[in-house]
């Protein structure tokens, strides 16, 4: 689709609202004030009724124009601001599509705004953290990258970077400036420095990597020990079935949930045991799945029957963090508490009972309420990726300035330049913006 064309979308979600918001942008607002909202000023709110071809009344609005470049995207912008009727905003719409518009794709209105260099592509993504953000924490940090801070950090050693490359390639192209003995003593010191401020920023990366994604918890254990009745006591509705029939869940059944100020994926799954159904065999392998890719397992046992070898062969295989949740105490001649070892904690709970549920949420609170500082960011996996390829090959730039290579060290610095370009936007593909907007919400 072209960019020159004029989008327009609904950007507030489905649904009855005190109020909805339309944007547009391009190059035809000009003339969409002149046909609808004639004397609207850039930067002035403008009360105004809005009306069909045939003179009639829509509806009321507020009409803002943002004029280019100072928009959101860096075009000629307007933003509609009715009752939150989506059959009104829909119908307005539909008319400014019928000769002005078409109707946006996800996320281009952001799109427009890293392609007109109003924003780099990190800042970029940080508005789709700011609107996913499942914690105070997470859009705090969210809005430090929208704001650019990610991106100083980037350009800071880009920078130093771009200066350690002029010095050699100058070197390398005038040998009888400089003293080599001294210019691989600077490089090197050089070098040391910038690795240091790397780890630094890879460290940073891989928190605010855990700041953006939700922690997951996935809910095992062999049938009828609790399972579904935990997910339902975390979620506090009955999401799940709970019967005393074993293998009653079959699928892996995701929610999220609020604890401790943050939102967290639950995987409730199905027990395990071996089983002939074929139903219920695939179940069993999606819950051993959903272990693997959690970052804590909540393991479920009957404190009546206690730990088999299976449970315990199942626990030691765990990579994620796991706690032993021992049900039924009320059963048996245990009281609710916590008991930590040197490698698990083990809670003793009574679900139907609710005795020692109070424990369990607590700590399930402590894991998800992450410490941030000021210099942590919202991240995304090609940050981290891209972050770690430019410290590689500022270790191979080290070791051949080590070796007196200095034209194989400046290519090596190049590549790690390149790869901090790349993660502001520079060189960027098609594919890696269609990936990255395609997850956008429309209007946004």
């Not at 062969?313 to 796991?322: D, G, K, L, V």
Request: aromatic fraction near 6%; glycine fraction near 6%; proline fraction near 3%.
């Amino acid at each position: 689709m072209s960019k020159n064309e004029t989008i327009i979308a609904i950007s507030t979600a489905n649904g009855n609202a005190a109020i909805g918001v339309i944007r547009v942008s391009g190059p035809e607002v000009p003339n969409i004030l002149k046909a609808y909202f004639p004397k609207t000023k850039p930067r002035f709110a403008r009360y105004t009724k809005i009306k069909d071809g045939h003179g009639n009344i829509i509806d009321d609005a507020i009409v803002i124009f943002f004029e280019s470049p100072a928009s959101y995207t860096g075009e000629d912008m307007l933003e509609i601001h009715m009752h939150g009727n989506h059959k009104l905003l829909e119908t307005f719409q539909n008319i400014l599509c019928e000769k002005y518009t078409r109707l946006a794709t996800p996320g281009e209105f952001t799109e427009r705004a890293f392609l007109n260099n109003k924003i780099d592509l990190v800042q970029a993504e940080a508005v789709m953290d700011i609107v996913n953000s499942s914690s105070i924490n997470s859009s705090i940090a969210a809005q430090r990258s929208l704001q650019g801070k990610f991106s100083e950090q980037i350009v800071d050693i880009k920078n130093e970077l771009l200066s350690l490359r002029v010095t050699i390639e100058s070197s390398i192209n005038f040998p009888e400036d400089e003293t080599p003995d001294l210019l691989y003593e600077q490089t090197n010191k050089i070098l040391l420095g910038l690795i240091e401020k790397m780890k630094t920023i890879i460290t940073r990366v891989k928190y605010g990597l855990k700041l953006t994604n939700n922690k997951s918890i996935s809910i095992l254990g062999k049938p009828n020990v609790g399972k579904s009745s935990l997910s339902n006591c975390l979620l506090g509705e009955n999401c799940s079935i709970v019967s005393d029939s074993p293998g009653t869940t079959r699928d892996l059944l995701k929610n999220d949930f609020a604890v401790g100020g943050n939102v967290v994926t639950l995987f409730d799954t199905a027990g395990l045991r071996k089983s002939r159904d074929k139903i219920e065999s695939k179940g069993i392998e999606l819950s051993k799945k959903a272990s693997q890719n959690s970052d804590l397992v909540l393991y479920l046992v009957d404190d009546t029957q206690g730990l088999d070898d299976v449970d315990k062969n199942f626990i030691e295989e765990q990579h994620a963090e796991c706690w032993i949740i021992r049900n039924k105490i009320d059963l048996s001649d245990s009281k609710p508490k916590i008991q930590t070892d040197t490698t698990h904690k083990t809670f003793y709970i009574s679900i139907t009972q609710n005795l020692g549920l109070d424990l369990l949420v607590n700590e399930l609170s402590n894991i998800t309420n992450l410490p941030i500082d000021a210099n942590i960011t919202t991240a995304r996996e090609r940050h981290v990726d891209l972050v770690r390829d430019s410290l590689k090959h500022l270790y191979n730039s080290k070791e051949y300035n080590d070796n007196h290579q200095i034209d194989l060290a400046a290519e090596e610095l190049r590549l790690s330049h390149l790869s901090l370009e790349n993660i502001l936007g520079g060189n960027v593909t098609e594919d890696l913006l269609d990936k990255i907007f395609s997850d956008f919400c429309i209007g946004k």
